[in-house]
């Protein structure tokens, strides 16, 4: 089963308005973390915001807001103001597990939404 | 500056051929990740290190092996086992303060 889900493979928003990236994900696990992380064409992975499972508010860094509705298991991304610089591939991803614990802790990925901002 | 570098940028391999990706991280981070990227895909992990001398098996390790000799490398061998290997490879470090990444190497099969 995807643990990450992204299901806008693209979106289209005009530059200066606020514009919502959709994520949701499933766990089994009361602790884990989620990203997201801008990619853009060079293939560097940018990192823009983090939530932790048990954080009581909402992460911003920014421009950028995480939308974190636990019990829907979802973690949308807001940014506003979009700038033409945004346009960029956007990646939501999870770690299970927290700070203290052991195992992989590896980053599971959604597939991906690429934001076009348009002057 | 404290990061993570990945040589080559790109690469091309032929048919049959092993290459290996080189990692290198001067972050003193202790877990190492490699992943793949296909075009317009997440990233699916590959291999992952929790410390030196010790690795362990992702989702997609099959026609791929590694090494963790030293704690600031992390190379990744991409071997002639493995049938599709053109794609973008990313290395990654986990510490207290969250996850960096390499700039990536491309890999083309010619």
């Known amino acids: 089963a995807q643990k990450i889900t992204q299901t806008q493979p693209g979106m289209f928003v005009q530059e200066k308005e606020a514009v919502t990236l959709d994520c949701t994900y499933d766990?089994?696990?009361?602790?884990?973390?989620l990203f997201w992380y801008k990619q853009p064409s060079s293939g560097e992975m940018i990192f823009l915001i983090y939530?932790?499972?048990?954080?009581?508010q909402n992460a911003t860094e920014g421009r950028y807001s995480l939308n974190f509705q636990k019990a829907r298991k979802s973690a949308n991304l807001v940014i506003s103001a979009s700038q033409l610089g945004d346009s960029a591939m956007y990646f939501c991803a999870m770690r299970e597990g927290g700070p203290g614990d052991t195992g992989r802790r590896a980053l599971t990925f959604g597939s991906g939404t690429r934001l076009q901002v348009q002057p | 500056d404290g990061g993570i570098t990945q040589s080559p940028k790109y690469l091309f391999r032929k048919e049959g051929q092993n290459v290996t990706l080189s990692c290198e991280q001067n972050?003193?981070?202790?877990?190492m990740y490699w992943y793949r990227q296909d075009p317009g895909q997440g990233l699916r992990l590959i291999y992952y290190?929790?410390?030196?001398?010790?690795?362990q098996k992702g989702d997609i390790a099959e026609g791929y092996s590694v090494s963790r000799e030293k704690k600031e490398s992390f190379p990744l061998t991409v071997t002639s086992a493995q049938k599709n290997p053109t794609a973008f490879y990313l290395c990654?470090?986990?510490?207290?303060?969250?996850?960096?990444f390499g700039s990536g190497t491309r890999l083309t099969v010619v």
């Open positions: 766990t089994s696990d009361p602790s884990y973390g």
């Open positions: 290190s929790q410390i030196v001398n010790d690795f």
């Open positions: 990654a470090s986990r510490g207290n303060y969250g996850y960096t």
């Open positions: 939530q932790g499972s048990y954080d009581q």
């Open positions: 972050l003193n981070h202790d877990a």
